[in-house]
């Protein structure tokens, strides 16, 4: 297996905060850690962007992915509002997390939570080749559902 190397930059201000983290061997995702300076309260059906206090340089043909953790989600109704969201290779700013309160009460997010997990991802390079009209297969512009619930 190919390993990446990604470099990863400490925001000046978060050195008490632990470095986005994988909690076990084989995890898919680097737990992030909000970097809030003060407790934020977020009402349901609120969102807010969630600084992570981190910023990252990864080799063009890779990407992130900010994707929700289940367990927020299934206890708090906590997710990620554009889920999965995208880190550009060459975007060398803070990682931001869009959250919403999906549930039913406010959610607190405190200093150091772990509220978003980021995934590695590799991208095709492709070359869009404008065209005329398209290969025809079976099923043609059926979609939606055109095959039952
Ligand atoms: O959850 C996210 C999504 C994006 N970003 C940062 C990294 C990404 O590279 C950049 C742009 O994201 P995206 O392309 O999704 O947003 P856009 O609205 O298209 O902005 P832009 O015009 O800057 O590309 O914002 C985050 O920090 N967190
Ligand atoms: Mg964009």
Known sequence: MTAYSVKLLRLPGNEDLPLPVRMSEGASGYDLHAAVTEEVTLAPGDRTLVPTGIAIAMPNGLEAQIRPRSGLAAKHGITCLNSPGTIDADYRGEIKVILINLGQEPFVIRRGERIAQMVFQTVPQVELVPADRLPE???????????GR
């Open 137 to 147: 297969t079976e099923r043609g512009d059926g979609g939606f559902g055109h095959t």
